[in-house]
Structures are given as structure tokens and as C-alpha cells.
């Protein structure tokens, strides 16, 4: 070969390597993105029931139950609009309190219970979960235009 | 008074700056030594001065000056002095300060250390060092200065978040800045050089100490956030691919590129565009981390918004920095002369892919780290991308890339031998694969992704042994004069090696033995975990500094005997009202044993507790501070000292090139 197909045939190996790099990448990209959905569209069906997500919004004032075990926990997910029951299986976070802000991850059941494998709660007694916040903020403006 | 006198402090060293930016730049272009030597003295001047202030603005937080309202938000009267002290850099305003401290700092040492450099070279990485911190000076004089005041002033400040009150915590900031802008210095020889149009082998040699120090600070300074992460967060997680430890790894990838890459610029001449381009990006990629994690971007696009002359800034700055440099690098990167060629297998070759796997690895971590932020701020929805998604990339990339690890470092520049490669690794692969095989078996289970981890590391592991028979097989002299004899560069990359084969021995089995178990624990009742027994003790009431703390007590045996008792805590700071769980970590030879409180159940005192196994995780720490260690010690060899003339550098590539 000469030093020119040399080189050519090193960047065509190159750029085939990179190319395997991209479609590997890409894939378990799309394959591992979590969406994030509100409480209003979960009720309005929106919320997909064959792959995990997201939700936010406040711990519902009254709701969070131990059972027996001490180690399972079920609240009520609100965004003041809609809904949504959630059950957890572990220690939650330290500044997971009803009344505040909370995401959680997880799939929604067939009957509608929210089985959450992670529940986050920044550590910040102030701080909001973005995503909860946009979430009650579209509710509450759902609200307003259905009054007006 | 002491906070303006900082402030003023500030607004002189923006003035040097701007001198230190302006003259050399000028007369360096022009040729004019006067102008050029004004570089050095301004660099001194300008550390002296955020030195200064920076001072003034420690001095107000541990003498709890409440009328600067950095102080008041984010400090507290009962804060312990240490803690008032790191609260100097815990907030925007303050680690943005430390910044440009950092960045006066290796303007200084620059400036001390590069006697041996041509007059125009010094000046203008001087010069573009200066330009830099004219940008951050300005950003915290216009946007956010560290010293405004509060009228009137609070009395008593809102705490330091309890989460940074740790000592991980005091040091990992300023070792993680020591590496971000470490990369300026890599940075601004990489524009220098552009400048000058001199692409030579010296400049090479110049800059590649400088980057495989600012490359070992960062490593610290992420071991250090890792490790705090760990401790702290009572998860008992050390990575969890989250935005802020992104934002630091970037860097580190692509600074991990710069130095392989500058091997081979410096010692083949090759590689050139491409270097120069990597210590564009590495820096880049530092500038976008600061911000990242800095600006409130990350916890909201929107909070970004909230400020708009700080976004702006932030987003015109970087535009500036990324855009000139890579501009510049446009016009004048195709001028460069590229070095002598190389075979398809060769050290070249396979630097090439250590490279190409960084680099995709790099944009990897970028496209899960920036695209939620792009979808957000563009109002199409809130996704968010976790570790499956960098789990399933970075295992498949970086295991052909530790794979090459063994074999580059043995192969000749140029031109290698494969068959005679096979001939010297073939035991290698032999033990290294048996280990994959065997070592999984001893342990709980075999796991395919542990076995592959124990190979690799094996593989690792058993080239530097075989380096180092090769090196010491030849010449005479006794075992250990050949060992002193050998360089540094070679100690420390074989030591760094070495530390990377530790730290994938430790995630092989802490990925895939490590076990926890979320518990309910009455008073005097008892867990087991991995063969330990946990028994709990019941709590007591016990007062902190800035808090109140339910301490439990809980007994760790092993075969009915009692080995450590933890106490892992659950506070309640009085300032912020804020909980927080203190976890009780003990190592067990390289198993940590690792108990963290939950939540008190009832008023008999059952609390939730979790317990984890954590077995070599300290392997993990251990390999990382090979690293380092390697790091220093191949920046300290003696030939980035010694002055070389830019002739004697062409003369001798020549004769290597022949």
C-alpha cells in the first residue's frame, strides 16, 4: 500500500470504529431515557404503563402510611389538580415530609398505584424538584383557565 | 471595611489582569522584549491581589460579619471555624473567587517556572491566561460579587448547607478547581503556539508537565467527591453519573486524551491539530463544569433564566473562550506540519485508539449530561438520563480500551511487532484470563461482568510487571540501581496503570458483591448481612455544635464475636431545621461496613436502619491515589527542566525521523 491508502485506510477504521460508538451509544440512549409526567397526566392517560418514569409534585398533607413492616410506605403524589397513589418499599430520604415537593421513579400498576423503586427529595429544606414545581404550576394554570 | 477593601482588592486585580492580557500579547506579537517582560510582575501582582481579597472574604466568615449577605446566607454563628472557613468558597460567589485564585496561582507558578521558555512564548501564555481571568474578574465584579452587603444585617446567618459540613468537603473543591484550571495553563500554551505559529516538538515538551499535573489534581479532586459522596449521602453509592459529577468527568476524559496524545506530539511529533485541539477542548470542557454545577442550571434551566445578566455572561463568556479558540485553531491548524508516519501497529497506533475511545466515551457523557437541559430549556418536555444509560456505554467502550492499556505502553513507537507482542504477553493473557475465570469462583457466585473486570484488571496489572522485567532485564548494576536509574516518566505511568488495574479490581467486585438490606431494628434486636450480625443498641440524645442527633449504637460481630459497635447518627441542624443522616462507616481489611439511620418507627425506639456490605471499596480510593501519585511523579522528570533550545528539538526529531 502506499502511504496515502495507509492513511485513508486508517481513517476509514477510525471513522468505522466511531460510527459502532455512535449507534451503541444512541441506542441504549433512547432505550434508557425517563420521561417525566404529571399527576393531571397520569389521570389523563398519558403516562405510559410498560416502561418506568417519573413523577412529582407535593406529598399530599395526611396521606403517608407505614404498614406493619415499617419498611413500606404508601402517599399520595398531588400537583393540587390531580392524584396519584404511590407505594415504596425502603428507607426514604431524609427531607421526604408531607407538604413538600418529592419526584419519584418507578411503573404504574394496573390499578393505578404508582410502584416507585426510588424516591428523591433534595437535600435542600427550601428547594423544590424542578420537575415538581413545573408540575402543580401547569396544574394550577389548568385550573385557572377552566374557571375564567 | 475589610469587605471593601476585597472588593477593591478585586478591582485592582482586574486592572493587572488587564495589563497582564494587553502588553505581553502586544509586544509579543511585536517583538518587543520591554512590553513582554511587564507579563511576569502583573501575573505576581494580579495573585497578590485575589490573594487579598480573598482573605478579606475568609476573614468575614469566620468573624461572622452578618452585613455581607454571602456571609449571612450561607454561613451560621455556631458553624465550627473549619466549616466557617470552607464556607468562604461554599457558595456561587465564593468558589467563583476561588477560581481566579486558583487561576493567579498557576499564573504565578508559570510565571516562575518558565525561565527556559523564549521570551514570546512566556509572554503570550501570560498573556492568555490574563485574558481569561479579565473574563472571571469581570463575572464576579458585575454579577456576583462576593462582598455586597446586607442592610441591614442579618442577625444570624442561614448555615452552611450540613451536607458540605464534612471534611471531604473542605478539600475536594479546591483539588477539583487545582485540575479544572490546571487545564488553562494546557490551554493557553495550545493558543500560544497558535499564535506564534511555532507547532514544534518544544511546546510539547513545555506544556506536558503542566498537564499531567493539573490531570492529577483533578483525579484527587474527583476521588475526593466520590468519596465524600459516599460517606455522606447515606447511600452508600460512589458514582452516580449525576450532572455535577459529569460535569467533572468531562474534563477528565478529555484531559486524560491531552496527556497520551502529547506523548505523542513530544516524542514523535505527530499528532500535532490534534493535541492542540484536545487542550482547547479539555479547558472548554472545565469552563462548561464551573458553570454547570456553579450557576443553578442544573437544579433549574428556569432558575438560570431568573438571573439573566449572569446567564448571559456565563453563556457569552463560553461562546467567546469555545468560539475564538476554536476559530483560531481553524485558521491556523492546517499550517501545522504533521511528524513522521507509523504503522498500523505501533504505540502511535494504539494512542490513536486510547483516543478515539476517550473521545467517544467524552461525547457519550455529554449527550446524557446536556440533552435533558437542551429539552427543558427548549419546552419539549422533562426527561431525565440515569445510570443504565451510562452504564450500558461505558462498560462496552472502555473495556477494549483498558485492554490496549496493557499492550500500548509495551509496544515500540513507529513500528511494532505483533507476533512478537503474542510471544511477550501470551503468559500474561494466559494468568490474566485464568484470574477472570477463577477469582470470581472464591467469591460469592460467578458474574460474568466481575469476571471480566478481574481479567482486565489482571491484563493491566501484569504489563506493568512485564515493563518492568523488560526494563530491568538489561544493563548491569544491581537490582536496585537499575530501579533508580529508570525514569520518572516511566515510574509514574506504570504507577498510574498499576492504580487504574486497583481501581477496576475494586468496581468489579463492589458492582457485583456488594449487598444492603433495608431493615426494621427494635431495641436489642438483631440483622445479618454478608455473615456480619448487626445488633441495635437503641439511640441517645447528643448535641453537636450546630446540632441535635439521635446517636445509635449498633454492634457489629463475626462468628459470635463482637468486632466494631457504629454509631451512625440522624441530626437536625437548628439553623435550617434541615435532617440529615450521618452514616457510621468502618473499614473491615478492604470491606467497609456500612450502617445509616432511617426513620424512628415508634416510641419503644425502633428505627428503619440500612445496612450495606461494601466489599474493596477502598480499592477504588487506593487505585485513584496511585494515580495521582503516578501523576506528580512523572511531571517531576528531569528533562521538562532542563531548557532546550528550539534547534537542538529539530535536530534531535530529525534524528529521530530518520
Redesign the interface.
Same mark, same amino acid.
Given at each position: 500500500m502506499k502511504?496515502r491508502h495507509?492513511k485513508l /485506510?486508517?481513517i476509514a477504521v477510525?471513522v468505522a /470504529?466511531?460510527g459502532v460508538?455512535?449507534v451503541?451509544?444512541l441506542n441504549?440512549?433512547n432505550?434508557?431515557?425517563?420521561?417525566?409526567f404529571s399527576p393531571t397526566q397520569v389521570a389523563n392517560g398519558e403516562a405510559p404503563t410498560n416502561r418506568a418514569f417519573?413523577i412529582g409534585g407535593l406529598v399530599e398533607e395526611g396521606s403517608i402510611k407505614?404498614e406493619a413492616?415499617?419498611?413500606t410506605t404508601r402517599f399520595v403524589v398531588t400537583d393540587t389538580a390531580k392524584t396519584i397513589p404511590v407505594t415504596y418499599?425502603?428507607?426514604?430520604p431524609?427531607?421526604f415530609k408531607e407538604g413538600k415537593g418529592v419526584v419519584a421513579?418507578g411503573r404504574l400498576g394496573p390499578d393505578g398505584l404508582f410502584a416507585a423503586t426510588q424516591v428523591l427529595a433534595?437535600?435542600?429544606?427550601n428547594?423544590m424538584p424542578?420537575?415538581a /414545581?413545573?408540575a402543580i404550576e401547569q396544574a394550577q394554570k389548568a385550573q385557572k383557565t377552566v374557571v375564567e | 471595611m475589610i469587605p471593601e477593601l476585597g472588593h477593591f482588592a478585586l478591582i485592582i486585580a482586574l486592572l493587572l489582569a488587564l495589563i497582564q492580557a494587553a502588553l505581553p500579547l502586544y509586544g509579543a506579537q511585536r517583538g518587543n522584549l520591554t512590553l513582554m517582560a511587564v507579563a511576569r510582575p502583573a501575573a505576581q501582582g494580579q495573585f497578590v491581589f485575589v490573594a487579598l481579597a480573598f482573605g478579606c472574604l475568609a476573614y468575614s466568615f469566620l468573624t461572622n460579619d452578618f452585613s455581607v449577605e454571602n456571609v449571612a446566607r450561607n454561613s451560621f454563628s455556631q458553624l465550627p471555624e473549619i466549616y466557617r472557613f470552607t464556607a468562604t468558597w461554599g457558595s456561587h460567589e465564593g468558589s467563583m473567587l476561588l477560581w481566579v485564585l486558583i487561576l493567579a496561582f498557576w499564573s504565578t507558578a508559570v510565571s516562575v517556572f518558565s525561565r527556559h521558555l523564549p521570551e514570546d512564548m512566556a509572554a503570550r501564555v501570560l498573556g492568555i491566561m490574563g485574558l481569561i481571568s479579565i473574563g472571571f474578574l469581570a463575572f464576579l465584579l458585575t454579577t456576583s460579587n462576593p462582598f455586597e452587603r446586607l442592610l441591614p444585617a442579618a442577625m444570624d446567618g442561614n448555615d452552611m448547607?450540613?451536607?458540605l459540613q464534612d471534611w471531604g468537603m473542605i478539600i475536594h473543591p479546591p483539588m477539583l478547581y487545582m485540575g479544572y484550571v490546571g487545564f488553562a495553563v494546557a490551554f493557553a500554551f495550545a493558543i500560544a503556539a497558535l499564535l506564534s505559529g511555532k507547532m514544534d516538538v518544544a511546546w510539547a515538551r513545555w506544556s506536558r508537565p503542566w498537564t499531567t499535573v493539573a490531570w492529577a489534581f483533578l483525579t484527587l479532586g474527583i476521588m475526593l467527591g466520590s468519596w465524600w459522596a459516599y460517606r455522606e449521602l447515606?447511600w452508600g453509592g460512589w458514582w452516580f453519573w449525576d450532572p455535577t459529577e459529569n460535569a467533572s468527568f468531562m474534563p477528565w476524559l478529555a484531559g486524560t486524551a491531552l496527556i497520551h496524545s502529547l506523548a505523542v506530539t513530544e516524542k514523535r511529533g505527530a499528532f500535532k491539530a490534534w493535541t492542540v485541539l484536545l487542550a482547547l477542548i479539555a479547558f472548554s470542557l472545565s469552563l462548561l463544569g464551573t458553570f454547570l454545577v456553579r450557576s443553578g442550571v442544573l437544579?433549574?434551566?428556569?432558575a438560570f433564566a431568573t438571573d439573566p445578566a449572569r446567564g448571559a455572561f456565563i453563556l457569552g463568556f463560553l461562546a467567546v473562550v469555545i468560539g475564538g479558540s476554536l476559530a483560531l485553531y481553524a485558521w491556523r491548524a492546517p499550517k501545522m506540519i504533521t511528524g513522521s508516519?507509523f504503522?498500523?501497529f505501533s504505540r502511535e497506533?494504539l494512542l490513536?485508539?486510547n483516543n478515539?475511545?476517550l473521545v467517544?466515551a467524552l461525547?457519550?457523557v455529554l449527550?446524557?449530561t446536556l440533552?435533558p437541559l437542551f429539552m427543558?430549556a427548549m419546552g419539549l418536555?422533562?426527561?431525565?438520563?440515569?445510570p443504565?444509560?451510562f452504564n450500558?456505554?461505558f462498560v462496552?467502550?472502555m473495556a477494549p480500551a483498558l485492554f490496549l492499556m496493557g499492550i500500548g505502553p509495551l509496544a515500540r513507537w513507529k513500528e511494532a511487532s505483533l507476533p512478537d507482542m503474542v510471544v511477550r504477553m501470551k503468559w500474561a493473557l494466559g494468568v490474566a484470563l485464568a484470574t477472570g475465570l477463577l477469582l470470581p469462583l472464591t467469591l460469592d457466585g460467578f458474574k460474568p461482568w466481575a469476571s471480566l473486570g478481574f481479567f482486565l484488571a489482571a491484563w493491566i496489572a501484569l504489563a506493568v510487571l512485564t515493563a518492568f522485567v523488560d526494563r530491568l532485564r538489561h544493563g548491569q548494576g544491581s537490582l536496585g540501581q537499575k530501579l533508580a536509574t529508570l525514569p520518572r516518566g516511566f515510574w509514574g505511568m506504570q504507577l498510574a496503570h498499576f492504580g487504574m488495574a486497583v481501581g477496576v479490581a475494586g468496581i468489579a467486585v463492589v458492582a457485583n458483591y456488594a449487598t444492603e438490606r433495608?431493615?426494621?431494628m427494635d431495641v436489642g434486636s438483631y440483622a445479618e448481612l454478608a455473615g456480619y450480625t448487626f445488633t441495635f443498641r437503641g439511640t441517645t440524645e447528643h448535641d453537636g455544635p450546630n446540632y441535635r442527633a439521635a446517636r445509635g449504637t449498633v454492634e457489629v460481630g463475626k462468628n459470635g464475636k463482637t468486632i466494631s459497635t457504629l454509631h451512625p447518627e440522624?441530626r437536625v441542624y437548628n439553623a435550617?431545621?434541615?435532617?440529615?443522616?450521618e452514616a457510621a462507616v468502618r473499614p473491615v481489611a478492604f470491606t467497609d461496613i456500612y450502617v445509616?439511620m432511617?426513620?424512628q418507627?415508634d416510641d419503644r425506639g425502633?428505627w428503619?436502619v440500612?445496612l450495606f456490605y461494601k466489599p474493596f471499596i477502598n480499592w477504588l480510593w487506593l487505585g485513584a491515589a496511585f494515580m495521582v501519585v503516578g501523576g506528580f511523579l512523572a511531571a517531576s522528570e528531569k528533562r521538562y527542566r532542563i531548557a532546550l533550545r528550539r534547534s537542538d528539538v529539530s535536530k534531535n526529531l530529525a534524528a529521530q525521523g530518520a
Open positions: 502511504p495507509k /485506510a486508517l477510525v /470504529a466511531l460508538a455512535v451503541l451509544v441504549a440512549f432505550s434508557n431515557l425517563v420521561f417525566f417519573r407505614r413492616d415499617g419498611l418499599t425502603g428507607i426514604l431524609d427531607l421513579e433534595k437535600h435542600d429544606e428547594y424542578p420537575e /414545581a413545573s | 448547607n450540613p451536607l447515606g437544579s433549574s434551566v428556569h508516519g504503522t498500523w497506533s490513536l485508539a478515539v475511545i467517544a461525547g457519550a449527550l446524557g440533552y427543558d418536555g422533562k426527561i431525565s438520563v440515569g443504565p444509560y450500558a456505554v462496552p467502550l433495608d431493615v426494621r440522624k435550617s431545621g434541615m435532617a440529615m443522616t445509616a432511617g426513620e418507627l425502633a428503619t440500612r
